[in-house]
């Protein structure tokens, strides 16, 4: 059974740091596309990051430079550095298997993110 | 960058009902177009792909339709399941972007 388990949201001040987690279990990670897609809560979904089969990598204009997308292939698991937060970084974070040219199959339960003094 | 417009943003409809969502791109995406339904506090759900495939275990009373940039999601008889927010998403170039959501809602 393909599962995907968020962690390491959290309350943050702006400027600071935090690290996203997803575990990935019935699949293994590096032979898909994976993506890091967030929603404010009460609007809309944006995809922000995307890791490809050959280490390609997307990022949105918005986190372009402060954002990093990662694998740990021994660990099946996929990272999002998220630096230099700001308030508007604010949301539930969802990692997804999925991106360019294939849809979002599956999904993890998300992780909330709230960047605040 | 790829626009994607859906419409309505938001629809009252009754159980029984037939129900249209309408998702336009701005430009042609070769049919790397999907559907989502999310509900309260869960993730999204792939519910269509390719346009028009169903995702196996959706049931029947789902189905996606268009081509090149103008897209439906019609569910034939609403079910009081069926009562959530729904997205398109092209999957065709960066950014992969989404519809902004229609919320079905009981009438």
């Known amino acids: 059974e393909v599962q995907l388990v968020e962690s390491g949201g959290g309350l943050i001040q702006p400027g600071g740091s935090l690290r996203l987690s997803c575990a990935a279990s019935?699949?293994?990670?590096?032979?898909?596309?994976m993506s890091w897609v967030r929603q404010v809560p009460g609007k809309g979904l944006e995809c922000v990051s995307n890791?490809?089969?050959?280490?390609?990598?997307y990022y949105a204009d918005s986190v372009k430079g402060r954002f990093t997308i990662s694998r740990d292939s021994s660990k099946n698991t996929l990272y999002l550095q998220m630096n230099s937060l700001r308030a508007e970084d604010t949301g539930i974070y969802y990692c997804?298997?999925?991106?360019?040219?294939?849809?979002?199959?599956?999904w993890g339960q998300g992780t909330l993110v709230t960047v605040s003094s | 960058d790829i626009q994607v417009t859906q419409s309505p943003s938001s629809v009252s409809a009754s159980v029984g009902d037939r129900v249209t969502i309408t998702c336009r791109a701005s430009q042609d995406i070769s049919g790397w177009l999907a559907w989502y339904q999310q509900k309260p506090g869960k993730a999204p759900k792939l519910l269509i792909y390719?346009?028009?495939t169903l995702v196996s275990g959706v049931p029947s009373r789902f189905s996606g339709s268009g081509s090149g940039t103008d897209f439906t999601l019609t569910i034939s008889s609403l079910q009081p399941e069926d009562f959530a927010t729904y997205y398109c998403q092209q999957a065709n170039s960066f950014p992969l972007t989404f519809g902004g959501g229609t919320k079905v809602e009981i009438k």
């Open positions: 390719a346009v028009s």
């Open positions: 997804a298997r999925g991106g360019w040219h294939s849809d979002f199959d599956y």
């Open positions: 890791l490809y089969i050959r280490d390609s990598i």
């Open positions: 019935g699949f293994t990670i590096s032979n898909y596309y």
